[in-house]
């Protein structure tokens, strides 16, 4: 055959089994496959030992992944000279693999069902040959079963195209009989089988998987195909996303849709992304959170909304950031932040008892209880209890900063931290403190209260304390999970927070542009965009919003707690990354 010809020029691969030499080998002979190509009955003997595995691996040169490639296209022309089609329309399948292992799993080794017709599709993952006789492992979307494939059960034009044109990787229907082996291996006794979709380049070597992670995260299918417990994080993904629609249909809220481009950045302080309309002329800013808009709703009279959706900032990127991140927003009228605390710990816990049955769950060799109620603290309390500093005790911004200046992380040398720095107020003071000190310890489920007017623009002020706000964030296992106020609905108030939020952010930005205003990164830092009021929503908090409270809780970070992931691009399917050099 042709193909064969040109496979025996490649020296450089593990070819397929050559059907010709393995009607001569002795019947027991085993060929077994061990690369992104079947193997071979005769290989190369000029390649040494470490250079067959270094091919075989996933890091397999370029040249022999398009050889690879080259020889398996031949394949697909050969099938089509055949009369066969190598990408097929549609497969009937009758069961999963899943279903087949749990229905026939009472099977005594070596028995055989005759009487019973299946039909399975799925991946080739695994392949060995014996003569006469061809082991394959097919896995679908549920799991994987063995295919026995004998030459006595198919006709001699099937047999040949089995040893000849199948490679691991190729995505195979089968049909059959169920057959237990002797060794105890449930298997569909195929009758006939049909190439559905022929793959053209090779897996990662099934001994060491896909261990790049760069390239698990750039090529996330490669990734699924050989780690195939990556599947399973998403597949918990959707389980989690499916049960907090769930509760929040349960309480009577209704999911309701905002724009992803918005004529202003609004909603929390970060960084956007900017993009321009042709049609209308003018700058459009991906959302930073959709907060605004979903007060808008409340406005407009309904009374228990959410959204479930994608937000855009345009910072850092790390294993707990990712520019592009998913978050639920849901706004509740006539309740206030106590309101919050329950749903969160209904939306976490109902989550946890969907994906692992428990309240119990391990990430990263912690235990972490998700048992009800979880630990209230004030961010003074927990500052205090870390440090020791009382910051109730201070009527200026210089005061506090004398306070904590002994404190390591804010004094290197005689240098001041440039994050203290910054601070303009007790509250900012108090806020870099919690950060460096406490954050870090909230391992077991804690929501953080009253947080500084200051650095809570949204917020309703709190009722009993002077210049805190009814506001909480929760942590859990160190990470902020959620974030949530008694929502301010006074519209004066409203406009004079966010006029002094522009002109802090202004001021900053004049700082960071005078500091680099003789090198070429003018323009980089986190200041470099301007910002502006949302006049329409200013305007509607005049028609009047109800007394309300809301909450922003990271699916993201979710998902990482319950499938024990420590990086966020491990639970996102396509994570931004660098461009490869």
């Known amino acids: 055959m042709e193909a064969l010809r040109a496979w025996r020029a490649s020296s450089n691969l593990i070819g397929f089994a050559a059907s010709r030499a393995a009607a001569s080998r002795p019947l027991g002979l085993r060929i077994r496959?061990?690369?992104?190509?079947?193997?071979?009955?005769?290989?190369?003997?000029?390649?040494?030992?470490?250079?067959?595995?270094?091919?075989?691996?996933?890091?397999?040169?370029?040249?022999?992944?398009?050889?690879?490639?080259?020889?398996?296209?031949?394949k697909v022309e050969e099938l089509r000279a055949k009369g066969h089609e190598p990408y097929a329309y549609k497969w009937d399948r009758t069961h999963t693999t899943k279903e087949l292992q749990e229905r026939y799993a009472h099977l005594v080794?070596?028995?055989?069902?005759?009487?019973?017709?299946?039909?399975?599709?799925?991946?080739?993952?695994?392949?060995?040959?014996?003569?006469?006789?061809?082991?394959?492992?097919?896995?679908?979307?549920?799991?994987?079963?063995?295919?026995?494939?004998?030459?006595d059960?198919?006709?001699?034009?099937?047999?040949?195209?089995?040893?000849?044109?199948?490679?691991?990787?190729?995505?195979?229907?089968?049909?059959?009989?169920?057959?237990?082996?002797?060794?105890?291996?449930?298997?569909?006794?195929?009758?006939?089988?049909?190439?559905?979709t022929k793959s053209l380049l090779p897996l990662p070597d099934k001994y060491h998987g896909l261990t790049d992670v760069d390239k698990r995260y750039r090529q996330r299918y490669v990734d699924m195909i050989a780690n195939p417990k990556v599947a399973?994080?998403?597949?918990?993904?959707?389980?989690?996303?499916?049960?907090?629609?769930?509760?929040?249909?349960?309480?009577?809220?209704?999911?309701?849709?905002?724009?992803?481009?918005?004529?202003?950045?609004?909603?929390?302080?970060?960084?956007?992304?900017?993009?321009?309309?042709?049609?209308?002329?003018?700058?459009?800013?991906?959302?930073?959170?959709?907060?605004?808009?979903l007060k808008r709703m409340l406005v407009g009279g309904l009374e228990k909304v959410y959204e479930?959706?994608?937000?855009?900032?345009?910072?850092?990127?790390?294993?707990?950031?990712?520019?592009?991140?998913?978050?639920?927003?849901?706004?509740?009228?006539?309740?206030?932040?106590?309101?919050?605390?329950?749903?969160?710990?209904?939306?976490?816990?109902?989550?946890?008892?969907?994906?692992?049955?428990?309240?119990?769950?391990?990430?990263?060799?912690?235990?972490?209880?998700?048992?009800?109620?979880?630990?209230?603290?004030?961010?003074?309390?927990?500052?205090?209890?870390?440090?020791?500093?009382?910051?109730?005790?201070?009527?200026?911004?210089?005061?506090?900063?004398?306070?904590?200046?002994?404190?390591?992380?804010?004094?290197?040398?005689?240098?001041?931290?440039?994050?203290?720095?910054?601070?303009?107020?007790?509250?900012?003071?108090?806020?870099?403190?919690?950060?460096?000190?406490?954050?870090?310890?909230?391992?077991?489920?804690t929501f953080v209260l009253d947080y500084p007017v200051e650095i809570s623009p949204l917020a309703k002020p709190h009722r009993s304390h002077v210049g805190l706000t009814e506001r909480f964030e929760l942590f859990i296992c160190g990470r902020e999970i959620g974030n949530a106020f008694s929502e301010l609905t006074d519209p004066i108030d409203q406009r004079n927070r966010f006029e002094n939020q522009i002109k802090q952010h202004n001021a900053k930005r004049a700082a960071m542009a005078k500091e680099v205003k003789s090198t070429e990164g003018e323009g980089d830092d986190d200041y470099s965009y301007e910002v502006s009021l949302d006049e329409d929503f200013l305007t509607s908090l005049e028609y009047g919003m109800p007394p309300a409270s809301g909450m922003g809780l990271g699916i993201d970070r979710l998902v990482m707690l319950l499938t024990n992931s420590s990086s966020i691009r491990d639970v996102i399917a396509f994570p931004v990354l660098k461009i490869q050099q």
């Open 109 to 151: 080794n070596g028995e055989v069902c005759e009487d019973v017709s299946v039909s399975v599709a799925g991946r080739i993952v695994a392949r060995r040959a014996f003569g006469k006789l061809v082991f394959m492992t097919v896995r679908d979307d549920a799991g994987t079963m063995q295919l026995y494939c004998e030459k």
């Open 232 to 293: 399973d994080v998403f597949r918990t993904r959707a389980k989690v996303v499916s049960e907090i629609r769930k509760t929040m249909e349960s309480f009577g809220f209704i999911e309701v849709e905002t724009p992803v481009l918005q004529g202003a950045a609004g909603g929390a302080e970060a960084r956007p992304f900017i993009t321009y309309h042709n049609s209308l002329q003018r700058d459009l800013y991906l959302r930073i959170a959709t907060e605004l808009h």
């Open 153 to 196: 059960s198919l006709t001699e034009d099937q047999f040949e195209q089995l040893k000849a044109f199948i490679d691991i990787g190729d995505i195979l229907g089968a049909s059959g009989s169920i057959k237990k082996t002797e060794k105890g291996e449930l298997s569909v006794y195929v009758k006939f089988f049909e190439i559905l």
């Open 308 to 445: 479930i959706g994608r937000i855009f900032r345009n910072e850092g990127i790390s294993t707990r950031h990712n520019p592009e991140f998913t978050t639920i927003e849901m706004y509740e009228a006539y309740s206030d932040y106590e309101s919050m605390m329950n749903m969160a710990e209904e939306i976490v816990t109902r989550c946890a008892m969907a994906t692992h049955g428990k309240l119990k769950v391990d990430y990263e060799g912690t235990e972490i209880s998700l048992e009800r109620p979880w630990r209230r603290e004030t961010m003074h309390s927990l500052v205090k209890e870390a440090t020791g500093i009382d910051f109730n005790s201070f009527g200026d911004v210089e005061s506090a900063k004398r306070a904590v200046r002994g404190l390591p992380g804010f004094e290197v040398g005689n240098n001041e931290s440039t994050s203290l720095q910054a601070c303009s107020s007790v509250g900012h003071v108090l806020n870099e403190v919690f950060e460096t000190f406490v954050e870090s310890t909230l391992v077991q489920p």
């Open 33 to 74: 496959c061990c690369s992104a190509a079947a193997a071979t009955t005769n290989p190369p003997p000029a390649q040494p030992q470490d250079r067959r595995r270094r091919s075989a691996s996933s890091s397999a040169s370029t040249s022999d992944r398009d050889s690879i490639r080259a020889i398996r296209l031949k």
